[in-house]
């Protein structure tokens, strides 16, 4: 069975820091492809950062040059570390362990609250 659980969020004030974690079991890890999405109320859910088995990552661009994804493959888990955090950030934040249209799970998602 196939389970990604994330951890990290919370309330964090503007210009503040989290890193959130999603670990991963029932899967072949290093061979998936992870990412981070988010989801704000009444919005669509946007994808926030991915990074491929071979380590490449993308970032959206709200998020350039404040978020960092990375992966652990020994521990079978991915990270966002989350910097200069904004209100606008506000979201539930999903991770996604991509491999095919067949391959394709989600976390339960955790919530990350930046206010004053």
């Known amino acids: 069975q196939v389970q990604l659980v994330e951890s990290g969020g919370g309330l964090v004030q503007p210009g503040g820091s989290l890193r959130l974690s999603c670990a991963a079991s029932?899967?072949?890890?290093?061979?998936?492809?992870m990412g981070w999405y988010r989801q704000a109320p009444g919005k669509q859910r946007e994808l926030v950062a991915t990074?491929?088995?071979?380590?490449?990552?993308n970032y959206a661009d709200s998020v350039k040059g404040r978020f960092t994804i990375s992966r652990d493959n020994a521990k079978n888990t991915v990270y966002l570390q989350m910097n200069s955090l904004k209100p606008e950030d506000t979201a539930v934040y999903y991770c996604n362990a991509f491999l095919s249209s067949f391959d394709d799970y989600w976390g339960q998602g955790t919530q990350v609250t930046v206010s004053s």
């Open positions: 029932g899967i072949i890890f290093r061979i998936y492809h």
């Open positions: 990074i491929t088995s071979g380590t490449n990552t």
